[in-house]
């Protein structure tokens, strides 16, 4: 059977299972559930699965599920994924009003879009004439929020990374696979399909400044004020932005979360929270060392103490062009030119960066919302572009690469040279992790 008359076929399946993905898309819309909680969202998973007698593993990363859908010959392993989590967006009109939980980031459009190309695998008929395995993967925790709840399940030995793609590649998930994709949906006025281009990657900073308290309006002078070294460790940040080179992307953005406990009272004990972001892993590394010593200089100027706890974070995405191209030929034929866009960098992060220094890998977009991403408008406007349309140019995108022998896909993994193996990547991770405790005497020594 020819590579077209396959599309035809896994499209046509898709079309028949139209309402059921869209019933599933916004189910788990109204049912947001954040990372490493995304019980319900996995179980439902998990379900349509089994429907279509796919064998899958469940609680991968604790909500992690992915199932293997088998070809007819021996061939390449590739991932289709779809993340399971939400963001907290409190006043977005579908938050979940006891977490504040809202899909206001298009993952609901992402596990619809993996069960679409599920239906289309199984039930069009065409596994038979695929070589190799399509491994159907949900995976938990993209969005990097509630660190303090992902620690404790770091210091219970649950998770050691707090993304779930990292965690997965920790645990093996990746292993077995060849190469990688997904489908990001996006509010866009013009466009509807594209391949993402490159993103930055970040790290991720706790500092605690620690002072000692005094009673604000008697005896100030006794006290060592935090809140002040850390108004001082901020206006040092911002005054070294001029330095960060505007190729690398650099983006440092730091919130206070704990200012102090009562107004009468010397603070001794002030939060903050900040991302590091570059568009190269050396370039993160360069500006987190200078944010480091800005933070350490309002920490001695009030002779407080400062701890700077840093989490690996996000790599910065790559982009197998090969990949890409494969994708967009068949986005050209739902689409046309003028559906297509051209995408150009990101400064934000995902885990995605991650699975792209370690494979052949690619983030494909959709549109199909409107509303800011991460805001309390964004919504599906267009369920057709949003749910259906991304899991046909993804199913088409897999015959291309499994068809004919996985000839394609194959062309694509013998000419990717990885920028890290798996073993290199887990030590630069772990490289990465540090908790230091840094006081004037310190200095002076």
């Known amino acids: 059977m020819d590579r077209a008359t396959l599309k035809r076929r ?31 969202t996995a179980g439902l998973v998990s379900e349509h699965l089994a429907g279509l007698g796919i064998p899958h593993e469940t609680g991968l990363a604790i909500t992690g599920v992915k199932g293997m859908a088998t070809g007819g010959a021996p061939g390449l392993t590739i991932a289709y994924m779809g993340e399971l989590d939400s963001v907290l967006v409190r006043d977005h ?11 206001a980031c298009g993952h609901n459009a992402q596990i619809a879009n993996m069960i679409a190309v599920a239906y289309g695998l199984v039930e069009s008929g065409i596994l038979p004439h ?3 395995r399509v491994a159907l993967m949900a995976v938990p925790s993209e969005e990097y929020v509630e660190v303090a709840y992902r620690l404790q399940l770091k210091e219970q030995g649950r998770i050691e990374f707090l993304g779930g793609k990292p965690e997965l590649v920790r645990l093996g998930a990746f292993d077995d696979v060849d190469m990688a994709f997904m489908t990001h949906q996006a509010s866009r006025e013009t466009g509807k399909l594209s391949v993402a281009g490159p993103s930055n990657g970040c790290v991720v900073k706790l500092i605690s400044y620690q002072g000692r308290a005094a009673h604000a309006g008697g005896s100030p002078h006794l006290g060592i004020n935090a809140l002040k070294a850390a108004t001082l460790g901020l206006q040092a940040i911002d005054a070294i932005r001029e330095t960060f080179r505007d190729e690398d992307h650099i983006r440092v953005h730091p919130i206070i979360t704990r ?3 009562l107004v009468n009272v010397i603070p001794a004990d002030v939060r903050l929270e900040t991302y590091v972001r570059g568009a190269s892993v050396e370039a993160i590394e360069v500006a987190a060392a200078k944010v480091d010593r800005c933070l350490r200089a309002g920490a001695l100027a009030l002779g407080a103490q400062v701890r700077i706890r840093t989490l690996p974070g996000y790599l910065p995405r790559l982009v197998c062009r090969s990949f890409g191209q494969v994708y967009r030929e068949n986005a050209l034929e739902l689409v046309g030119e003028d559906g297509w866009w051209d995408a150009s960098s990101m400064a934000g992060s995902t885990d995605m960066g991650d699975i792209s220094h370690i494979m052949p890998a690619i983030e494909a977009q959709a549109a199909g919302f409107c509303g800011t991403g991460h805001g309390n408008d964004y919504l599906p406007c267009d369920p057709e572009l949003a749910y259906i349309t991304p899991a046909k140019a993804a199913a088409m995108t897999l015959v291309d690469l499994l068809a004919d022998g996985a000839r394609r896909g194959c062309d694509i993994l013998d000419g990717f040279a990885p920028a890290m193996s798996k073993a290199e990547y887990l030590a630069f991770m772990r490289r990465v992790d540090a908790d230091v405790l840094w006081q004037e005497s310190e200095a002076e020594a």
């Open 10 to 40: 896994v499209c046509e399946a898709i079309d028949a299972r139209r309402d059921a993905i869209l019933a599933l898309a916004e189910d788990i819309r109204v049912h947001p559930e954040l990372g490493y909680k995304e019980h319900r």
């Open 259 to 261: 200012g102090g406990e």
């Open 130 to 132: 695929l070589s190799g």
């Open 93 to 103: 009109p579908d938050a979940d009003p006891e977490t504040g939980a809202a899909h």
